[in-house]
Structures are given as C-alpha cells and as structure tokens.
C-alpha cells in the first residue's frame, strides 16, 4: 500500500499553519494584536494589491491563532474560553487610576493583623423555627426578643423593668454606635484634623510669635515647622504729629472698649462667703425675711437635747 | 463644564458611579461627528467604522462645525463637553473641504481632555455593502493586523497604530471565547520609500477587514482562510498633535504590578472559597528542651520556671 500520498498531503496541511518570516512576527495576545514587522515587499505590492495585503494578513491572523489555541483554557458553554496574558503593549487609558478609597478603621486594623474579609448571610438558621430567618430587617433575629409574646424577666429586676424595651434600646445603641463609626470613618477619610490638635496648634502658633522678636530667637525644637506669614512691622521713628496722635488715640479707644480688650481685668476675686447660699441653707428654704422672724421670736425648730 | 449631579435614587447613583475612573477600563466609547461638510464617501465611510465599533459608538447625526486643527481652543472646548456630556473618550470626525477632501480625524481624549489628535484623507473606499459576503456579529472583538516596519520606526506611524488598537481594540480582557474570534482588521502600507527625508510623502495606508474561516488542519491550531469583508479604506497621513509628554505620561500610569495582581487573585480565589494555587506553610518551632533549664527559681529574676516557660513559648 502506498501512503506517500496521504502523507504527503498531511504534511501539506501542518506545513500550511505554520508561518515563516524573515523577522518573526510580534504577536501580543492580551490584545489579539500581531504585528509584522517586515518590509513591505514592493513587487507583490505593485503586482496585485488586494492578493498581497490579503496574504500578508492572513499570515498574520495565522500566527496569532497559533498562539491563542496554544493558551490554557477553560470550558464554557459556548465553546472554550481562551485565558489571555495581560497585554505587553501599552495603550494610553481613558481616565487616570482610580484613587484608593481611604481605608475604615477596622479596615486597617484587619489589614494589619491580616484578618480576611468574609461576606455575612443575611440569613441565619433558626433552632427552634428550624428555617432559616433574616439576620435583620423584617422578622430579623436581632428583633427577636423584642418581638416575642412572652420574655422571662429575672428575679431581681426593677418593677418597671421592661425587657421588650431593654432589647429593643440595647438594639438602638448599636445602631448609633455604628452611625458613630461610620461619620469618623468617612471624615478621617478626608482628611480631617482633630479639633483639640487644630486648638493646640493655633495656640502654640500665637504663642511663638509673642516675643518681641516675634519668635526669631527662640529655641528651635527637632522637627518644629517653620512659620510662614509672620512678619514683624516696624513703625517710622519720625511720622507726623497728626498720625502719632491718631495712632495713639485708636490704641486707647482700643484699650477701653470691651471687645478688644488689650488687657483684661483680673478675675474677680471670689468671696469664701456665698451670702445667697447661706441664708438659704440657714432659713432651709424658706428664705432670708422667715428667718428674720424666727430669730427676732427665738423659736425656731430645734432638735430634742441640745439645751 | 457640566455641573455637579448628586444622586438622588439609586439609579442615578449607579449611572454615576459607572463613570468613576476603574482600574481594568471598558472599551472606548467613541462619537462619530459630521464636520460642516462630509459628502457621501465620508459618510459611508463614517456608517461602516460605526458598525465595527458598535455598541461602544455614538452618531451625532448632524452637521457641527468642528475644527479641531484650525480653531483649536473652540473645538477642543467642544469636545471636552461632548467627552463629558457622553461618557466618551474618543471621537472619529468627517470633514470634508476643498483643500483637504475626505478627511477623517481621530482624536483621543484622556481625562475628558483632548490627549491627541490625527487626521487621515481617505483616498478609496469600498464600503460594507458593496461588498456581498457574510459579516461579523456586532459587538465581537476583531483580531488586528499591522504590517510594516514603519509602525515600529516612525512616530506617525506609531500613533496611528496605538490610535487604531484604542479605537477597536483597547479593551484589556483576561479571556475570549475561541470560537468568537470572527474577524480581523488589517493594517497595510505601501512600500517604505528611501528613509531619513523628510519632505518624501509618507507611504499609502491600506485598511481591510476580513472574515475568518477556520479549517480543521489536523492539529489544534485551525487553518485560516480569509474572506473579505468590508470596509476597505486607503488612506494617507495628514496633520497631527501628538500627546502632551506630562499627560501622556499620566494616562500610561501602570496599574499593577505583576506580583500585586497574582496576589490579588490569590485573594479573591481564597475568598470565593477556593484552595487552589494556595500554598499553605507551617512554621515548625523546636521543642524546648526543659530539662537544661534552671530550677524552679530563675536566679536573681524571681521568675518562677512555669512562667519562664510561658514566656518563652509566646
């Protein structure tokens, strides 16, 4: 039996997907793209346009194809899914990266202990229904308690103890506690200070420039931020007496006026006597004139044999 | 500039959030505007680029008066908007004038900003449905061809070439379904004349469509034929703006790199519950050998040897 024939036809069909090029041929399948990088040849060029292009293309496609079959893949229903390589060319995006959304408190802390995130059901099993129920929301379990017909009180509970309500406030705090969360997380998210940071710094800002150097040569601290916008004003020596006087009488007014008071009065200095307190206390509430009264008559309410 | 929207229901919010800047991005959704003047050739040739980019492409049906060469600031002003106003980030415009006929510009946008710009006179044209053979199913991704070496060598030829890969192609996908693979978008020049002059034309750019034809070839790479498709366009250079080196730069930003990605999908399997390609390691510690210790007091520590142990088991 002769099988040249047959092989030789066989032969024909591997040699036909195989592709041979001067310089190989660039194939990037992450973006089905093959690119060829030979010359043009300028004689099929000119002798039948179409016929070359279509050549050149399909020599091309033949290439890439070759090394998409040649990918691991994955069964589908509509056929096998071809997993690609990320792309080796780059091509500008559209819009920039997306920020990285700013991580919650429990977010760090998970990261950093290297908790992984795990999806809750929003269903659980009942024991006693055997069903499953909502975690929350309609006939949640964490309504439970307060929704059932009957709750055992202890035995040491107040009379006005109402457990339904118990729950129920113990159920409400939670749900504050998380809006708490919540609000903190998103403005640490951006970027607020801490109000008694910001007051400390304002205070230590104005404390620094309250020398007459207005703080130039003052110790520096390690690590202690320049000041920026302080700037210290000389006045002229010699100015007119117009402007002198006008200055001067601006710094009185000022002095005098409450607002902007230069300094203040000293704190008022406190009595070791509260008379309001006193006579209340003496009369127990009855006030100063029925004390007057039972003094002038000397018959007050006294305690039994103290004279 | 459009104002800011704040969502008031759910839909709304999503619609917003689809917006969002996304790590992997979509594929670009392009506008197809009509200059002041486009003639029939244009407009054939506008109606077939729209069916290969389908679904991702916008008609904007009526005549605008865009010139985004010659009146730079009050063009681009106007397609940043429409950018904006539309979701798109490239855009394919017809016009066609005296001086320059058939001409066909393809801008694109990063950042809703124009991120560059280039404009090709189209010089042969057979459309799609002179062309009678079978066509491609919208929507499937087409393979891309380039053959020459000037895409390699020459930045014109590079834009065009990253210009054309974004226009049908840009979309990074991790898997494609074999049997999908309908057709192919061939890009072709004309023979490269004698290099390093400058004034010399530049060669012929040849656009073809194919269909595919995959014949069994005894092995698992199929043997492929082609089989015209339609559009057909021979094309030649006219005037660019290339990329803003800061912004072309920004709209290259990497995204991953390749150890971050393997460990993202690490997590993600081990989320799903899945084991597979994780490694599990123990740690083995070695006994402590408690007969060397000290008695039952540490001396001078007034440690007990019990929690001497403990401490140093922890």
Known sequence: ?307 | MLRTIKPKNARSKRALEARQPKEVEDSRTTIFVKGTHTGQLLNNVMRDLMTLKRPDAISFSKKNAIHPFEDATKSTASLEFWAQKNDASMFVIGHSSKKRPHGLTFVRMFDYRVLDMLEVGIENCVSMPEIKTPKSTPGNKPLMHFASDLFDTNPRFTQLKSMLISLFNGEVIDSICLAGLEHVISVSLGPSLPANDESSPLPTVHLRTYTTRLLASGTRTPRVELISMGPSLDMKLRRHTPADAELFKTSHAETQTEEERDLSKLQTRKMKGLNIGVLVLNSHLAQLDAGLLPGEKLEGSGKSRKNFLRSAAS
């Open chain 1, 1 to 307: 039996m002769d099988v040249s024939n047959i092989l030789a036809s066989n032969t024909a069909k591997y040699q036909s997907i195989t592709v041979e090029k001067e310089t190989p041929l660039e194939v990037d399948p992450g973006l089905l793209l093959v690119s060829d990088l030979n010359p043009i040849d300028e004689e099929s060029y000119a002798s039948n346009l179409e016929e070359h292009l279509q050549s050149l293309a399909r020599d091309g496609v033949q290439a890439l194809l070759g090394s998409l079959f040649s990918l691991p893949t994955q069964r589908s229903d509509e056929g096998p899914l071809a997993q690609l390589p990320p792309p080796t060319t780059a091509i500008p995006r559209a819009k920039p990266l997306p920020k990285p959304k700013p991580l919650t408190k429990w977010e760090q802390f998970a990261k950093a202990k290297g908790i992984q995130h795990r999806t809750r059901d929003k269903r659980v099993w009942d024991e006693e229904r055997q069903d499953w129920v909502n975690r929350w929301g309609r006939d949640g379990k964490n309504k439970q308690v307060e929704e059932q017909w009957i709750t055992e009180v202890p035995a040491n509970a107040d009379v006005d103890f109402d457990p339904r309500k118990a729950a129920r406030d113990e159920r409400k705090a939670r749900v504050t506690k998380n809006e708490k969360q919540r609000l903190a997380n998103v403005s640490r998210g951006q970027g607020a200070t801490n109000p008694r940071k910001a007051e400390i710094e304002k205070t230590l800002a104005s404390s620094r420039i309250s020398t007459a150097s207005m703080g130039k040569f003052d110790k520096k601290l390690e690590g202690e931020k320049k000041m920026r916008g302080v700037k210290r004003k000389f006045e002229p020596t010699e100015k007119s007496l117009e402007a002198e006087k006008a200055t001067s009488l601006a710094l009185l007014s000022r002095m005098d006026s409450d607002a902007k008071k230069v300094r203040r009065e000293g704190p008022k200095e406190e009595k070791v006597l509260n008379e309001r307190k006193a006579v209340r206390f003496a009369s127990k509430g009855r006030g100063g004139v029925a004390l007057g009264r039972e003094t002038a008559r000397g018959k007050g309410k006294r305690t039994k044999g103290k004279r």
